[in-house]
């Protein structure tokens, strides 16, 4: 592991850590990280840096440095403290029922917090809240027939769709939606030249003006599981 990585690890996984020299810490890991939370959902992910953080709370940028190395540790801290742990499983639910419910909370940090979108994307550390997200599909997927591999693409394929309805959801309209902008953007067009898309023009204009993206592919998705589940249990 690099140096980042390590560091990312000692943070998010390591017992608190005191500053090795200076006075008695008047700065928490807590603290650091709220601070970043609360630039990044006023204006995005790319508006964080140590230098703010630290005017935020009234510190010097050197004095941040005592205790979060840089800004990828920092970005590390913010995650973690944002997502919290997976929704608590419920007695006598079902693993297509847990897997909604986690899709759904999933989908609700990003809506809360779209700057998440930016901040888990490619190989990094993650700290035992984020983990435990992870753990929740693999562990609710154990026992019916899936291998551990098909397991974890399962977690993977779900993440995936719930971030791509996300990333929709946050290039829309303050007050739109996804699909609703879109249909905006197209319908006129489509029924402009129906005789070139008949399908695509009878499809819109069946539609309802309700955004399901996220329900109907969560739905297709669980679908192919269970058909799998059942094919491999009989």
């Known amino acids: 592991m690099g ?3 390590n560091e990312a690890v000692r943070l998010l996984w390591g017992p608190p850590a005191k500053p090795s020299r200076g006075p008695k810490p008047a700065l928490s890991l807590a ?9 990044a959902d006023a204006e995005g992910l790319g508006a964080v840096s140590m230098q703010k953080v630290a005017g935020l ?7 941040l440095y005592r205790y979060v190395p840089g800004k990828a540790e920092l970005v590390a801290l913010m995650v973690e403290a ?6 608590p499983v419920m007695e006598g639910l079902g693993w297509r029922e847990q897997l909604t419910a986690w899709a759904k909370e999933l989908a609700r940090s990003f809506t809360e917090h779209p700057w ?10 993650m700290g035992p809240k984020e983990l435990g997200w992870l753990e929740r599909v693999v562990a609710a997927l154990d026992g019916h027939g899936l291998t551990g591999p098909e397991r974890m693409d399962a977690a993977v394929l779900l993440a995936g769709h719930v971030r791509g309805i996300a990333e929709q959801a946050r290039a829309a309209r303050p007050d739109g939606a996804p699909e609703t902008d879109l249909l905006a953007v197209l319908g006129p067009l489509v029924h402009q030249h129906a005789d070139r898309f008949p399908a695509l023009a009878e499809a819109i ?27 491999r249990t009989g």
């Open 205 to 231: 204009a069946s539609q309802d003006g309700r955004d399901q993206a996220l329900d109907f592919g969560l739905e297709r998705i669980l679908d192919g599981l269970e058909a799998l589940i059942t094919r």
């Open 57 to 63: 709370l009234d510190f010097t940028k050197m004095s």
């Open 3 to 5: 140096e980042e990585t």
């Open 82 to 87: 944002t997502v919290g742990g997976p929704p």
């Open 31 to 39: 603290r650091i990280a709220a601070a970043g939370v609360e630039i």
């Open 116 to 125: 998440l979108l930016d901040a888990t994307v490619g190989p990094r550390v």
